[in-house]
């Protein structure tokens, strides 16, 4: 998007992510009282999908529950604590705390990263002088991955399979939150999208990327491999 257009500032990051995980909370909320789901959700800014042609590995079982301590996704620069939180009076997901810019939030009532369901992160964007965690997030694409660092010793290694952008008046909570499949162990991140609406003192859109297990490794080899991108990184860089 253009200069004018880019969000910034710690009350834009407050609006966007807050409205996120608002919905989320009332989402979880509706799910206990009704079966139904949302229509399918098209929106006024384009969804990335699922490119054509774009090998996906297949899913692997999941794993046993423990608690995430660290999540990475290279493609988009990140490599982050993850710290856990709960809802708050209003029956909202609290966001990462404002003070932390750097760290990603896990909903730690829901699912356990690398179990069965849906493990949802959150993240902010920026803040009034830098990009904070996912600032990223929007230019991540179908099978890149994403490495959640568990408290049992073990790395989650998740394939990215969708990117959407949904907007405010046709956000779909099942899309967003719910699985995608039975019986997979899936992982959501979501930050703020859309370009900021100073009216409203808000985004117009959230970011979701969709991702699903599909390896388990040990700390040893998800160390080892991240060496190894960063030497590949930094030669590419010097050439």
Same mark, same amino acid.
């Given at each position: 998007?253009?200069?004018?257009?880019?969000?910034?500032?710690?009350?834009?990051?407050?609006?966007?992510?807050?409205?996120?995980? $608002?919905?989320?909370?009332?989402? $979880?909320?509706?799910?206990?009282?009704?079966?139904?789901?949302?229509?399918?959700?098209?929106?006024?800014?384009?969804?990335?999908?699922?490119?054509?042609?774009?090998?996906?590995?297949?899913?692997?079982?999941? $794993?046993?529950?423990?608690?995430?301590?660290?999540?990475?996704?290279?493609?988009?620069?990140?490599?982050?604590?993850?710290?856990?939180?709960?809802?708050?009076?209003?029956?909202?997901?609290?966001?990462?705390?404002?003070?932390?810019?750097?760290?990603?939030?896990?909903?730690?009532?829901?699912?356990?990263?690398?179990?069965?369901?849906?493990?949802?992160?959150?993240?902010?964007?920026?803040?009034?002088?830098?990009?904070?965690?996912?600032?990223?997030?929007?230019?991540?694409?179908?099978?890149?991955?994403?490495?959640?660092?568990?408290?049992?010793?073990?790395?989650?290694?998740?394939?990215?399979?969708?990117?959407?952008?949904?907007?405010?008046?046709?956000?779909?909570?099942?899309?967003?939150?719910?699985?995608?499949?039975?019986?997979?162990?899936?992982?959501?991140?979501?930050?703020?999208?859309?370009?900021?609406?100073?009216?409203?003192?808000?985004?117009?859109?959230?970011?979701?990327?969709?991702?699903?297990?599909?390896?388990?490794?040990?700390?040893?080899?998800?160390?080892?491999?991240?060496?190894?991108?960063?030497?590949?990184?930094?030669?590419?860089?010097?050439?």
């Amino acid at each position: 998007m253009s200069a004018p257009d880019r969000p910034a500032g710690t009350g834009r990051l407050l609006t966007g992510v807050a409205w996120a995980v $608002l919905l989320l909370g009332l989402w $979880l909320w509706g799910r206990a009282a009704t079966a139904g789901n949302s229509a399918p959700t098209t929106g006024d800014v384009a969804a990335v999908g699922r490119p054509l042609g774009v090998p996906l590995p297949p899913a692997h079982d999941p $794993l046993g529950g423990a608690a995430p301590q660290r999540v990475e996704l290279p493609s988009a620069g990140i490599d982050a604590t993850v710290v856990r939180r709960g809802l708050d009076d209003e029956g909202a997901i609290e966001p990462p705390p404002f003070g932390t810019p750097g760290a990603v939030g896990w909903y730690a009532e829901g699912t356990e990263p690398g179990t069965e369901g849906a493990a949802i992160f959150v993240g902010h964007v920026d803040t009034e002088t830098k990009p904070a965690v996912f600032y990223g997030l929007s230019a991540v694409r179908p099978g890149e991955k994403v490495r959640v660092s568990r408290s049992d010793g073990k790395v989650a290694e998740f394939t990215v399979d969708d990117v959407q952008v949904f907007t405010r008046e046709r956000f779909d909570a099942q899309k967003a939150y719910g699985p995608r499949e039975d019986g997979r162990a899936e992982l959501r991140l979501i930050t703020c999208g859309g370009t900021y609406d100073r009216k409203s003192h808000a985004y117009t859109a959230n970011v979701v990327v969709s991702a699903y297990l599909t390896a388990e490794k040990s700390a040893e080899e998800g160390a080892q491999e991240g060496g190894v991108r960063s030497e590949a990184k930094g030669g590419a860089q010097s050439r």
